[in-house]
């Protein structure tokens, strides 16, 4: 069965239209995110516009801070700290990629941990290990609710992540763990892949490699989730050869379709529960 991120999220994002209402009128304002674009990089713009969207959609207020792409880390950093301590900002995030002289831990450094609404914070990441509450990176958390919406059980699960990047990896593992799954994470040097691919109940891909996944890494009946997206001749496509494994796995996403609207919609579910938290 294909799991539908485009519907689920849609679920998630009509049901945040009553509660971001409900603590707007609590506050005496809507809810508000602000994001900083830095430079001209198109898909940047894009993903930009679609959160600015997405926000208006479900009645959150944001606002979009541009920089040029010769900005200097000194003005970079300055631009985040006013909007972190600008009071009709519940949440703040810096998009990425950066320019390359920027230092980009020094900017998301100015992003205090309740602001911090991608999750990426060390302060967010140590929380979410030590199983606290805290703001999870969008897109693990996204992995999550679309896991919890078609019935998959965690708990005993043997659980494989190919990937172990800060933004996906590393917090898809912390989040699987705390569901009770036990937890292989693969990555560049790991020896031996199709063999712990073939060990996964549920396997989660992100490498950003087209097709890295193929149908004999992958055991009868296991649940796959696709978080890579690569443009391939035009199209996008995603870590697993769809077609293929689509015929082993017994749920699966597709590239688009599945991860990719749950990371918007959990941008949004970040940012209002940061603001019941402050409040």
């Known amino acids: 069965m294909i799991i539908d991120g485009k519907a689920i999220a849609g679920i998630v994002r009509e049901g945040l239209k009553a509660r971001a209402a409900a603590l707007g009128a609590r506050l005496g304002r809507k809810v508000g995110l602000a994001v900083v674009l830095i430079g001209d990089d198109p898909a940047s713009a894009v993903y930009v516009r679609n959160k600015m969207r997405a926000c208006e ?25 006013l909007l972190a301590e600008d009071a009709r900002f519940d949440g703040v995030l810096v998009q990425l990629p950066l320019p390359a002289h920027l ?10 941990f309740a602001k911090d609404v991608d999750g990426f914070s060390a302060e967010n990441l140590g929380r979410l290990a030590k199983g606290e509450p ?16 078609s019935g998959v059980s965690l708990a005993g699960k043997h659980a494989v992540v190919v990937g172990r990047s800060n933004v996906v990896g ?7 763990l705390n569901a009770d799954a036990t937890v292989t994470v693969c990555h560049s040097k790991t020896r031996g892949l199709k063999e712990e691919c073939l060990r996964a109940d549920v396997l ?8 890295l996944i193929t149908a004999d890494m992958v055991k009868q009946g296991a649940v796959v989730i696709d978080v890579g997206i690569n443009r391939v001749d035009g199209k996008l496509v995603g870590d697993v ?27 949004l579910l970040n940012t209002v529960e940061a603001a019941e938290r402050a409040r």
């Open 57 to 81: 959609e479900v009645g959150l207020f944001s606002e979009t801070v541009s920089l040029p792409a010769d900005v200097s880390q000194g003005e970079a950093e300055r631009a985040v700290s």
């Open 103 to 112: 230092d980009e831990r020094r900017i998301l450094s100015r992003i205090p």
């Open 134 to 149: 805290c703001c999870v990176a969008c897109t693990p958390r996204g992995v999550m609710e679309l896991l919890q919406a």
């Open 170 to 176: 590393k917090p898809m593992a912390m989040l699987l």
């Open 204 to 211: 989660v891909a992100a490498v950003g490699r087209p097709a």
């Open 241 to 267: 050869d769809f077609p293929a494994v689509s015929e082993k796995a017994s749920l699966i996403t597709p590239v688009p379709g599945g991860v990719g609207p749950m990371t918007v919609a959990m941008l």
